[in-house]
């Protein structure tokens, strides 16, 4: 498994990190096994970096994991990334917030410190703006999320923070030109490169405006999430998330669902989307890992495989995101809407 520089930081993060997250299922259920199983393999496959946070599944995903990674004792370096998510009322003092939730990811992942901690909500103009969103001075006020976050750097828990790419472009910025973090993971996919590539012509979905190549600017590690954009380019049906989150709701899947399809047939099949999908991400200079939601050891043999493929040349990053704009401009929103 290749490993890249994660921005600044001076650390090595393999280009595929492991998503622990509730799309797949396998860290929000309860198969320890399964879990161990499927963690060894990504372990031998090179994988260096395990991606979860506070929210998947209440606290069940970090608790697996920890159980997991205890239990196989890597003798390579193994980082662990989590988030923080606050939910807000009339709080002013947020630190209290963050070194609680922090404190508690370190008890179920059964570690002393952890690689990295990024802020999971999104960042908006007004609180709520979106689902749990807050405002720049949320983070970065003097009793904000950053405020909290130095503090449990200090006192040894966490060695770098980061932020979630999702909100108001304008106030994303505000928090990224500060300068204070270390990383960002964003929605990146081939159906919505928006937030690093130009936008596709006639996309309906988010238009993330090329923040990420601020981000790639200030030396930020870039974590690409959403990679094969919730399941729709596997040319899945909607996971049982997909079906009651807030975050990335289900008209925003059915229309991918049917530009993923439209994607297949100009490609041949699905089994080519399937490849190029991750091959495009990966093949993004200004990415340092693609987090991947696994829910079977052989899905990881799938994706390092594809790893270890050439990058797409810049002739056939630009074929694509043509063939893109075509399928985004010849879909009806109301077809779009309606794919089952």
């Known amino acids: 498994m290749q490993l890249r520089p994660l921005g600044a930081t001076g650390l090595s993060v393999s280009a595929i990190a492991f998503g622990a997250g509730p799309v797949s299922g396998l860290f929000t259920a309860a198969d320890v096994e399964k879990q161990a199983a499927v963690i060894a393999r990504a372990l031998q496959a090179g994988v260096n970096w395990f991606d979860t946070a506070a929210t998947y599944g209440q606290g069940h995903s970090e608790a697996g994991l920890g159980v997991a990674l205890a239990r196989l004792r890597s003798n390579s370096p193994v980082h662990v990334a989590t988030k923080v998510r606050v939910q807000l009322d009339h709080e002013t003092d947020l630190r209290p917030l963050v070194v609680e939730s922090v404190r508690q990811s370190l008890e179920r992942l059964r570690l ?16 709520n703006d979106q689902p749990t969103s807050i405002t720049p001075e949320d983070v970065l006020g003097p009793t904000g999320l950053l405020a909290g976050l130095e503090d449990l750097r200090v006192a040894g828990c966490i060695e770098h923070f980061g932020l979630t790419g999702i909100g108001d472009a304008d106030a994303l910025n505000t928090v990224l030109l500060s300068g204070r973090f270390a990383t960002i993971q964003a929605p990146l996919h081939l159906l919505n490169p928006s937030a690093l590539r130009p936008t596709p012509a006639g996309l309906c979905d988010p238009d993330y405006g090329g923040f990420l190549n601020t981000a790639f600017q200030l030396g930020m590690g870039i974590f690409a999430i959403r990679v094969f954009a919730a399941g729709a380019l596997l040319g899945a049906e909607p996971s049982s998330h997909t079906l009651k989150t807030p975050f990335f709701p289900l008209p925003l899947y059915r229309r991918d669902l049917f530009r993923a399809r439209c994607l297949a047939a100009q490609l041949g099949s699905m089994e080519s989307l399937r490849e190029m999908a991750l091959r495009y991400v990966l093949s993004l200079p200004q990415v340092s890992s693609a987090i991947v939601g696994f829910g079977a050891a052989e899905q ?34 109301a077809e779009a809407d309606q794919v089952e």
Do not use: C, G
């Not at 043999?301 to 790893?307: C, M, Q, V």
């Open 112 to 127: 002393p410190r952890l690689t990295l901690v990024q802020i999971h909500n999104s960042i908006t103009r007004n609180r």
């Open 300 to 333: 990881i043999d799938s994706a390092a495989k594809i790893a270890s493929l050439p990058a797409l040349t810049a002739a056939e990053l630009l074929s694509l995101e043509h063939q893109l704009d075509s399928v985004s401009r010849a879909m009806p929103p």
